[in-house]
């Protein structure tokens, strides 16, 4: 565990800032005109501390390339939304946008689905041709009585608008505010249309905005403040990622009074006024909501970064520091006990992995966030990216990367296909749709955003686990039998 | 909201509640509640039409689905198919964004097509929309009209397109309008007088399991019937691993697609997801164009099997003679672990019926047969299947009904064993009755795509899963006493 | 005894004393005792060599196994072949009874093959033996020439037979006296000098899977290479149910094992199971005699491919290829479900070989290798497969052990599953560790036997089984909180 | 429920005894000369009531022909010992004989296997070349040696000696004497070496004798004896039958003080000299120890059936004769209490079953105790025969088949397939071997020792199970599948 939060990162071996350039070049190349002038901005081999030298993030996606990305429905459905357990949320619109994001995001829940917990449910109201033309309003209002009678202990319901909803002109505000009043039960409007933006990033913004809006401010907590009173902020449980951060915040001695909202529950989310501190792990989906606290009740906010110990363990100290004595005690005590068992983690795998190259095409905190337990493996990381970031985003990535490695934005498969095969990466951490693109080519690689069905990967829990995955991925017996010896 | 409420208490659920509520939603008086419901849809048991519409273009060699709305909807319906085959699943978007609600989404088509045809080198685009440019009426036959006058795209470029509005219809809606594009798009002018290519055009219909389409292939070989299947997804969605990754790794040749006219049969094996295609075909040739029930079970493979030896003159050859006299052993062996048992099955029409002829073939009964979209003509076709058999007494067939509908019905009348797709897997452990994953998606378990479900040999398969899966039961739930070494 | 001992009252087992014995079994202190025994076999993986004997001669066209003994040894024997595939196991027994031990059981011969020649007319009658004739040493060379003589069988009646002591060796080495004796006597004066028939001869070995040997046939197929499998039980095991009942249904015809010996190449595919066979076959014939792992996983049936192909100087066709290529996506797409988990595993020498070798390459660990009957040899060359992978570390392999040690091995040092025939399910239960059935014999699930589990399809069926088994297996102990729909 | 013990047996029509002679004459020419002469006399037309027309059992089997029968120690192993489930059975000699009766006769048994009961396992010296040269005395004593070791709750052990055993001249007695004592553990030597005798019956015979010799008497009851204790013999208590029984003996009022042998307990078989009746149900395999029991402790015995309502009924009135009022009354209200739920069974499958044929080739009792349960059903019985019985199961056979009904005795296959062809029968109920055989020429089958993995078939629990099983079999739906329409 070197370059404990080194400011300038080692250079990596094979990696130039002119031949990653070069192989930017290279892949404009496949592009026509105009598609390579947009695409340009968005990849730029890394030169920390640079000015200029910078990637261009949140545009439209250019037609015709295979995205990796989604929509702001998928943004506020999938991240936002949909961890949090104790509510129905309605995909307002057309059967598919619900079905295809049912069950499918990994953020896990404690309670009994259908009883107290909702979130591996696919409530929609499912638009016909009629809906569509006479309008939807009157299906919700009735779809929120069903859910209330069905569902007697759900704390409230979302609705999601779908595309045809903010075309054909519905209120479902209007509907959200009368069933809110007739059922005595939040009914929380988020329109989401997927056509809003040009990614997930504004399903995000705009979910935040209904929970500055509608819920933020609603509860109180039932017991008496502390000073330890905490909320953790852009965690979503994936695989049980939350509950692995809880137990470290738990050690350290801070009361975590909410989780947004990975296993999330609306009252305590509602009530995160009353925190002292705000801890974003999640910076890119919930920002918003940690500068409106900010702004409103003084709430202050950190990030922090809960992969590998390295991280950790930087983390650990950094939130500490703003508390007292006893707490920062905790802090120290907690990385003495867990160093040696991470220890031996690292002598486990590292001399497996060491020297192996990476590459990251993700969404949220990832593409940056995950980079120091990578390292503390051995790995080299020669590519990251995001999704759906914005310059905030890149800005905090510049200097986790070493000088000439590749930052991109909103990638095409065909660029991640140039690049991991020109860079000779050893793994790609992306998402589903690319995972198997990757293994054809006999490339390891493992799905990043869900963990690959593994996890957790945060906190002390979490770095054994993910070391045990990268290491599968990667030497795996299989990748061996791939040329066949005929 | 947060001016008008006064701040209440965080408050929590007590155990006490859930145990309440957790009883409550097992009990009759919930399950008569749950039906009544007119408007909310909980867990339902169908996608929308653009999957149907992707899953057939990728069933065309060469072939890139283009998705004419929001790249949201794109990386939905490629998630959904990839998790399902463990596949690659190349299809782009021309990402519609909130000024196409104003402009339309020409450019974007226009755009998108330039940059796909130059960067994926397809043989062919298919185009099918998602719900914003359906809503806001694009003209997509203009469109690409305007695209070849552009010349951003060659004149001759085979562009077919269809309307896949997903507020009408499920994914089968989808399949059969793209299906029917791509082929009338193809053979169209195509067509010769006269000509006999002697070849059957074979329509699986949506069919998510590439064994089914090489077990269609392999039966047409044993019989030496060349054919045409249309579209099939065999090789896109179940190609090697050898390190080298390929855009289009199969489908239906291009050309062959295009003679389609001039075969010597067309046989649909899906009813109900080929409507409008099998409607053109009839409309566009003289040759026998017919619909068969999935071939699932002996007496529908018989079916299938006659027909073939019907249209093409030929012998049912002696090694699927062989076959299906292997599955009516295997059928009778274990007739005795199926006998009166009760399933829960749901999926598509076609899926359901062939399932109800299986089970009512072993003396088993579909007893809650949950179809989630589906017209008075649908039902009234499965239920007709019922009534053929002594076993289908008492069975229920639930149209329009979804698996929260499902997990209801199995509460208060339950079954022995569930069978359909992994969406049923939170009912199989609140009900704890063992799920039999078969039809799509199946997104908990390896290889079960690659296991075909139709003909005498996936009927074999079903049977094996199935019967195999109650024998496991009955070891999981005997006492020791009743636990045995032989069943 | 009864004199000697007072009249005691009868006593019953207190719960306790139950609960402490059950405690006690599971010890590490109970495993070390029972890896201690010397002299009693508890719950053994082998079977005696009559049944091997047995299996090769249902292999033969027209065939009728004939035991030589007592008629409750063939009752036996066919009672477990019949178990296991569900089918009938034709053959009989000249029904020795206590005068044979005083006079030998040269009339019973005589009067069985008078009998059974008349009755079940049978183109060739293997004879093979129980315990008695064995112990007593009746020369049934002797007897099959005084038949002959007196006109009970014609003089060119072919009559092979096989000693098959049932207290030497097991299974395996029965399969291989009696195929050396069959192949022996039909080829060995039909050998032309100079003459290649360009075919395979190939050897399953001790395989009761009928799958298995269609997967050969078929492989060979795709290579376009003229087979012919000694012996073949695949329609003996596997016939149609059609209404009419057959004695011999199928078989290696006798006019192709008699011209064995002009064969372009002879192929074992089980070292252990034709040691004999193939000395005799390499003694005879100047053409290739080679014997190869049982092609399970991909590198066992590369080896097999390509020995094929250096055999009979044809490539790989593509089709292998391909499955190939399915074979290694999906054991990649696999791999994470199967890494580093122990799986216990069980049986005859070569199966447990290649199902070293298959667990190996899926970075699985094959824990605890029971092999019941083997020498030294056997050891090292099972030894050495477990030292070749990382993956083989730790990985421990018990010779001539059975399955009451292999429940004390799970108990004290557990694994995730077990591999093997029906015979583990007690420990499965006890332990709660998952069971996959493979091998022989199965009776307690149905169709197994047809699926095959050798070459690249095969090797993908097990995977199927056995990954899928493993995520049955994570749902199974999921908390409600780790219940996902996504695996 | 008609026939109520009725005397003669009402014709079957289309049973004829001449037809059946000519049949018989037609099979036996399936024959060479000498195996003809051998066979005929274990065939015949039924006539009941006219001497001569008779059945010869209990011969050697011909050579030569698929014989359903085992042997001496399928005789003890199987159906004597087997069951006993607190004693570790020895299959002694090679590993073979015990191998494949391993949990092949569903004997259930209550308890743990391995901890206090044994039998569903298989314990076998296997004998090596070694032991055969060298004999095998001292490795059996060693066997004796770790059974007592490793199994501490076992009460007991059984040497079930396999042919070689007796053919190199062993001496079990012996070693099982010195054992016993060394150990202090009855050891039970049981000289059943498969070449005695011509088939298993004479391993019950062996069997019987090892109990009357090492077993009977060497134990009493520990509670108080009463007038109303009972022994249930011959039940082996496959899929549970001797539960099934008990529960109705139970009901009676009476005390079942043993069960020989069916989830047996080696000390209350022990103590049986001290009951007041011995029920028989399986008479060929236990009447010897019945007869001992009668001539040394004057303890009588009766024969009853326990299957099907009227058999059952007839059964329980003639075992309530031999007690006082309370018993008879228990037993007229036990007929009332489930004569009309048996009537329900009858109503439902009669008219799926009513005139059906059976064909019955089975061991023990059941060719002759299962007709009525059948015929409660409407099935017509055109032929039953044994595998091993004796004169007296002849003699207690005719009399329960209608005239020119076919009776035979170990008949081989071909004769069995001749015969369910030739009278067209629709049902086989026979064993393992068979079952197969009859399926393939379309002919329903149920394996008739086993239950065919079903059961309990015995008492007023075993008759609904049967009643579905035997539907089931006859009215499968596949059987319409069995012609190809092409």
Known sequence: MENENSAVKAPIEGIEKKATEELIEKTLELYPEKARKKREPHMSANDPGVEGCTVKSNRKTVPGVMSARGCAYAGAKGVVWGPIRDMAHISHGPVGCGYYSWGTRRNLVDGHQGVDVFSAMQFTSDFQEKDVVYGGDKKLAKICEEVKELFPLAKGISVLSECPVGLIGDDINAVAKKSSKDLDLPVIPCNCEGFRGVSQSLGHHISNDSIRDYVIGTREFADEPTDYDIALIGDYNIGGDAWASKKILDELGLNVKAIWTGDGQIEHIAATHQVKLNLIHCYRSMNYMAKVMEEKWGIPWMEFNFFGPTKIAASLRAIAARFDQKIQDNAEKIIAKYTPKMQAIVDEYRPRLEGKRAMLFVGGLRPRHTIGAYEDLGLEIVGTGYEFAHNDDYDRTYEEMAKGTLIFDDASEIELETWAKEMKVDLVGSGVKEKYVFQKAGIPFRQMHSWDYSGPYHGYEGFPIFARDIDMAINSPTWGLVKAPF | MSEECAVKKVTDITPEEVARVEEWINTEEYCEKNLAREAVVINPAHACQPLGAELVAHGFEGTLPFVHGSQGCASYYRSAL?????????????????????????????????????LYKPKMMAIFTSCMPEIIGDDLNAFIINARNAGIVPQDYPIPYANTPSFNGTHING???????????????????????????????????????????????????????????????????????????????????????????????????????????????????????????????????????ELFGKEVPASLKAERGRLVDAMTDAHQYLHNKKFAIWGDPDFLAGMISFLLEMGAKPYHVICSRGNKKVAKYLQALLDESVYGEGCKLWMNKDLWHLRSLVMTDPVDGLIGSTHGKFIARDANIPHIRLGFPILDRVNLHRVPYIGYQGTMNILTSVANTMLEEVDRTSDDAFFEMMR
């Open chain 2, 175 to 309: 399949y059969d309008s793209m299906l029917k594009s791509v082929v009338s798009y193809l053979a169209t002018d195509k067509k010769v007088e006269g000509k006999d290519n002697g070849k059957l055009n074979l329509i699986p219909g949506f069919d998510a399991n590439t064994g089914n389409y090489r077990e269609y292939k392999r039966i047409c070989e044993e019989f030496g019937i060349p054919v045409n299947l249309l579209a099939d997804i065999s090789e896109t969605f179940d190609s090697p691993l050898d390190g080298t990754y390929r855009t289009y790794p199969g489908g239906t040749p291009l050309e062959d697609a295009a003679d389609s006219l001039n075969a010597h049969a067309t046989l649909s094996m899906q009813l109900h997801a080929t409507k409008e295609t099998i409607k053109w075909f009839k409309s566009e040739t003289e040759a026998p164009v017919e619909v068969m029930p999935s071939p699932i079970g002996v007496a529908n493979t018989d079916a299938f099997l006659m027909k073939l030896s």
């Open chain 2, 82 to 118: 990839t998790r399902h085959f463990r596949e690659p699943a190349a299809a782009v978007a021309d990402s519609m964004t909130e000024d196409g609600a104003v402009f339309g989404g020409q450019n974007n088509l226009h755009e998108g097509l330039e940059n796909a045809l130059k």
